[in-house]
T-cell receptor, first 118, second 113 residues
Framework: SAVISQKPSRDICQRGTSLTIQCQVD?????MFWYRQQPGQSLTLIAT?????????ESGFVIDKFPISRPNLTFSTLTVSNMSPEDSSIYLC???????????????FGPGTRLTVL | GDSVTQMEGPVTLSEEAFLTINCTYT??????LFWYVQYPGEGLQLLLK?????DKGSNKGFEATYRKETTSFHLEKGSVQVSDSAVYFC????????????FGTGTRLTIIP
């Protein structure tokens, strides 16, 4: 298993500003994922972040809006840029299980960052 | 593309009732299937999983069987408790070296004492 922490746990931001969310894992993992959970909705993958390479973004998400860093095997950041009220969501990071490997595709999730944009 | 269709909620049951939450999927190949649970105020947790056809995942009294012929992975529990109140998400991973999860819409379950 993996223990994941996120900072901040919640924030209230003004329109037009940016917020950087941090994700820290207690084990070294190759892949980290960033998801968005809009109010009352399911989780949608924003991007996959592998250490040492550019993040891979899903359809509908772009790097200019959601830049991601992955400086090492235990840490990643997601920035929500030029925010609007539509960006109000819970943002979650997740990681593969460092023990089960790719075969099972099991993921462990952080507690999430609840973002409200006014 | 891959997709997961999940039973609409919310679902309200009395304690000790039988629970079924339906989940069907569309995917090429042989995906892995998961049920994740989100308890009030907590993060998402893996409840159970199955990685090939006819596998049965089980945990905390919950079960789900990977049915390839019906492309289904329905969640069941014989006797629910108040502590089972949560949002349940069905998900799949395509097993093509791309580890991303595709989630269903989630089903909010409330158990009444």
């Amino acid at each position: 298993s993996a223990v994941i922490s996120q900072k901040p746990s919640r924030d209230i931001c003004q329109r037009g500003t940016s917020l950087t969310i941090q994700c820290q894992v207690d084990s070294q993992v190759t892949m980290m994922f960033w998801y968005r959970q809009q109010p009352g909705q399911s989780l949608t993958l924003i991007a996959t972040a592998n250490q040492g390479s550019e993040a891979t973004y899903e359809s509908g998400f772009v790097i200019d809006k959601f830049p991601i860093s992955r400086p090492n095997l235990t840490f990643s950041t997601l920035t929500v840029s030029n925010m609007s009220p539509e960006d109000s969501s819970i943002y979650l990071c997740s990681v593969e299980d460092p023990e089960s490997g790719r075969t099972y595709n099991e993921q462990f999730f952080g507690p999430g960052t609840r973002l409200t944009v006014l | 593309g891959d997709s997961v269709t999940q039973m609409e909620g919310p679902v309200t049951l009395s304690e000790e009732a039988f629970l079924t939450i339906n989940c069907t999927y569309t995917a090429t190949g042989y995906p892995s299937l998961f049920w994740y649970v989100q308890y009030p105020g907590e993060g998402l947790q893996l409840l159970l999983k199955a990685t090939k056809a006819d596998d049965k995942g089980s945990n905390k009294g919950f079960e789900a069987t990977y049915r390839k012929e019906t492309t289904s992975f329905h969640l069941e529990k014989g006797s629910v408790q108040v502590s089972d109140s949560a949002v349940y998400f069905c998900a799949l991973s395509a097993n093509f070296g791309n580890e991303k999860l595709t989630f269903g819409t989630g089903t909010r379950l409330t158990i009444i004492p």
